[in-house]
């Protein structure tokens, strides 16, 4: 049999997602079928519309990853992030993760992640100049 290389921009999701099945079959004949849970709390005004939130996933791995928090602007600097940080990390322990990670932009929230306990393990200069993309981490138990 004869294989091609094809390059295509924007592909189908369906032709991405046999990628990620793919990945997936291959880790699960590793360390047999994983639980990966999607979590997100949100911060909601008077009329129930999000003014904020944060959300991430946990795995059989035992790790929460905390994918964005956002505070609308007029909310920020008023312990909303800390109290949305402490719910996503509070689940993820009762879930039986003992870590966290996340990364972060040298323009957004590093030293508010810093505060929390997490500390850098990589960066990613000029992402773009002359920004920095963070990666942090931390033991939550």
């Known amino acids: 049999m004869r294989y091609q290389i094809t390059f295509e921009q924007d592909p189908d999701r369906n032709d991405l997602q046999i ?3 793919g990945l997936t079959e291959y880790t699960n004949s590793i360390f047999g079928e994983k639980n990966y849970t999607q979590i997100a709390f949100f911060l909601r005004n008077e009329d129930r519309l999000i003014v904020g939130g944060v959300n991430g996933s946990y795995s059989t791995f035992g790790w929460l990853y905390v994918n964005a928090l956002w505070i609308g602007e007029g909310l920020r600097w008023q ?10 990390e509070s ?3 009762m879930h039986g993760c003992s870590k966290a ?6 323009y957004q929230a590093p030293e508010f992640y810093k505060k ?8 990613l200069e000029d992402f773009p100049s002359p920004h920095s993309r963070i990666f942090l981490r931390k033991t939550l138990v």
């Open 19 to 21: 990628l990620d099945d």
């Open 101 to 106: 990670f996340l990364n972060t932009m040298s």
């Open 91 to 93: 689940e993820a322990i």
């Open 116 to 123: 929390r306990g997490y500390f850098v393990f990589a960066e």
């Open 79 to 88: 312990g909303y992030g800390n109290q949305l940080m402490d719910r996503i």
